[in-house]
């Protein structure tokens, strides 16, 4: 609802609550007048934003058909491991400098990709570089680090994984450079597809994540997302068609930055682990607010075998069960 609406609505209907007030003779109760017209505006208000409307369930931030018609890839992206992790605080620190030196990259495409809306990502792309330290400083500061005790880095020696190793960790990953080429290919249906996605899943994320006091060492990166690529995503709506081939850009540009985002959970083994209290209500609470998911959240129970085997050990084992029972 527009604000002009609302604020029309509040001026028309004071009159009214004072008038009642003074008929019943209980003008003098000034609280009680407030409590009126706070409630009334609170209500009008609430109702206006999707966001917070009666029962939490609040799918639709963006009404863009393209976005609508992404519902199910949304929900897997918001659903996803490393989304979680990223807003638990787990994500191990070695995959977060990956996330952070492939964004970079990711920029370029979304720069290229952006340039006939008249509001390039030339500002996002100055921003990178402070915000990615500070990202990383707080993480470090806050007590992630990529040290295994009893592990020898091939490379090196040092103790962390091979795929951690800081020698050898400063070209972006294949799968960032594809998603960059995609999107240059794709122009601006692909990067709002990409900028509404992941600033809707990082809103998302970071809600429930505050919600179950999670730990806020990467919070920092979702409040990036949920807020500027969101303005972003905006903005470029707003030139946005909803024809057949923007529509198809739109899809290829989301599934693309899906498989990057799997690409990273694969090359550190995340897995959903479902074993606390706090990771069954975060994903009670994006249930509640985004309804639709829970059918298809066992195929990122088993999404890769973790690092240690333990998954692999289980699915062999569940395997010889089977055999042995059928």
């Not at 500061?141 to 190793?165: F, M, Q, R, W």
Request: aromatic fraction near 6%; hydrophobic fraction near 40%.
């Amino acid at each position: 609802m527009d604000s002009t609406v609302i604020d029309t609505l509040v001026c028309t209907c004071r009159v009214p609550i004072i008038a009642l007030l003074r008929k019943r003779g209980v003008f003098h109760n000034f609280v009680f007048a407030v409590s009126c017209m706070l409630t009334f505006c609170s209500t009008v208000r609430a109702l206006s934003n999707p966001v917070n409307s009666p029962g939490g369930k609040s799918s639709v931030i963006c009404n863009h058909k393209f976005f609508v018609d992404s519902r199910s890839d949304v929900l897997n992206l918001l659903n996803h491991p490393l989304q979680l992790q990223l807003a638990t605080g787990d994500l191990p620190l070695g995959s977060f400098r990956r996330l952070v030196r492939d964004r970079a990259v990711i920029l370029e495409g979304l720069q290229a990709a952006s340039t006939s809306a008249g509001t390039p990502m030339d500002e996002e792309m100055s921003r990178h570089a402070s915000e990615s330290l500070k990202w990383l400083e707080h993480a470090e500061n806050s007590g992630k680090t990529i040290v295994v005790p009893g592990i020898a880095c091939y490379n090196c020696g040092g103790e962390h994984l091979n795929i951690d190793c800081p020698e050898d960790n400063h070209e972006a990953t294949p799968s960032a450079h594809a998603l960059k080429s995609v999107l240059q290919t794709h122009g601006l249906a692909g990067a709002t597809a990409l900028l509404r996605a992941y600033s809707f899943a990082c809103s998302r994320a970071l809600e429930v994540a505050l919600t179950n006091k999670c730990n806020t060492v990467y919070h920092g990166w979702l409040e990036e997302h949920a807020t500027r690529w969101s303005a972003l995503a905006s903005t470029y709506e707003e030139q946005l068609g909803e024809n057949d081939s923007d529509s198809v850009s739109y899809t290829i540009c989301l599934s693309m930055f899906y498989n990057w985002i799997d690409s990273e959970a694969a090359t550190t083994g995340i897995r959903l682990e479902d074993d606390g209290s706090t990771m069954s209500s975060m994903l009670e609470d994006i249930e509640h607010l985004e309804p639709g998911y829970a059918a298809q959240r066992d195929k990122h129970q088993s999404f890769v075998a973790d690092i240690t085997g333990v998954a692999t050990k289980e699915a062999k084992k569940n395997e010889a069960a089977a055999k042995v029972n059928a």
